[in-house]
Structures are given as C-alpha cells and as structure tokens.
C-alpha cells in the first residue's frame, strides 16, 4: 500500500485530490500550508491522540507537557508504576486516564503498535478499537499521522465537520454519516483531504485544530 511519507506525497495526492474534485481548488488556495502531519509510531504518540480526543489543541498540548513532565520517560512501565495522583496533576480525566492504562496494559501484553502500521487499515483499526477507551476516531488518526496511511478519514472529528461544512456551504455542518458519505470521493487520498481540511479549519478560525501525535515526542525530546 502507498504511504504518505513526504511533502512531495502530500502534493501529489492534492493535485490528484481538486483534478477529481473542482470544489477542492479554492479550499487549497485559502487552506495555505498543508503540513505533513507524520510522527513516528509508538506509545507516546498514541498517547498524544487519546489526550487530544474531544478538548481543543491547546488544551491538549497543555495536558501532555505535564504529563511528559511527571511521567518521564512516557512508557508503558512508567505509566503503569506511576503514582495515580499524578494523572490528576497532569490534568487527565478520569476516562483518558483509564483509556492509557488500559493502552499500557495491551502493549506490555503484546500489541505491536509499530506493526499495526504495516497492517490492513480496517485490521488495524480494530485491534486498537480492542483497547477500552480507543474507538474509531483515535485509530483512524493513528494510522494517518504514525503509518502515513493514505485513505483514512476521521470522519467523527469535529473541527473537519466544521471545515467541510464551511468549504462546502453546508448547514448545519454534516455529522459523521454524513461526512463518510461526501469524502467517499476523495478516495483513494481521504488521508490527505483530512490534511487539507484541518488546513482549512486553522484559515477560518485562525487556531490549529488537528490532532498532533508528535507533540509529547517533541515534548520528550526537551
């Protein structure tokens, strides 16, 4: 399977993306920028996306420098030895909490997160959806941002409702059923429409929203 692993993927895909689709031409001139968006697999990076389901990216990065703070090295050993008070420093709910011990139990069991990125999307998906507390949304970003996959869509995100509504004059803002149904035609580069739309939203509201999986790598590293 083709993988989106550079800059010059990114431009082929979108070239290939508005020749199917005229709508797209004005959405690549305003969304600016549209970043590579790849982190390396693994634990932290998961980690980085469970803390970013449903809070702002803001919110999210301001989570993980504490947690990266407290838990150091962010591994699934560190985390399972660690002091439960600290999750409650860091900032992280209750159900996040449970999600990344449930995530350090299933890979100090054996999940092969680096693996899964090899694996059929759909295969892999669910195995991650195996874990309690990751559902579609968290996999499918998981493989867009770690494994470079090219046709995945998180259809459930919010801030690409909002951008795909926006670009497409749509009102109120299509849900998630719907939005599987539009991007259909974008296959067999969704991964990449999500980019653009992410893009986009950050033109429109003039703040990042995209999940960003390299943020406690990045973190670490400091």
């Not at 995530?103 to 892999?124: F, M, N, P, Q, Y």
Request: net charge neutral; charged share 20%; glycine share 6%.
């Amino acid at each position: 399977m083709r993988r989106i692993s550079s800059d010059s993927d990114i431009v082929e895909a979108l070239d290939a993306l508005v020749g199917a689709d005229p709508r797209l031409v004005a959405i690549r001139a305003a969304a600016g920028d549209i970043p590579l968006r790849l982190s390396s697999p693994g634990f932290s990076s998961l980690v980085s996306i469970v803390v970013s389901q449903q809070v702002s990216r803001a919110s999210a990065d301001a989570i993980l420098a504490r947690l990266v703070s407290l838990i150091a090295p962010l591994t699934p050993q560190a985390v399972l030895g660690a002091d439960p008070d600290l999750f409650r420093q860091a900032g992280l709910s209750r159900p996040k909490q449970a999600t990344v011990l449930a995530l350090s139990r299933a890979v100090r069991d054996g999940l092969d997160l680096s693996a899964l990125c090899e694996a059929d999307g759909e295969a892999a998906i669910a195995s991650l959806s195996a874990v309690p507390g990751i559902g579609r949304w968290t996999a499918e970003v998981y493989l867009l941002t770690c494994a470079g996959h090219p046709d995945v869509f998180p259809a459930r995100d919010v801030a690409l409702q909002s951008a795909v509504g926006a670009a497409l004059g749509i009102d109120p803002r299509p849900g998630e059923k719907a939005l599987i149904a539009i991007a259909e035609s974008w296959a067999p580069w969704r991964a990449v429409a999500a980019r653009l739309f992410w893009a986009y939203y950050r033109h429109l509201k003039g703040r990042e929203a995209a999940p960003a999986a390299e943020t406690a790598l990045n973190l670490e590293k400091n």
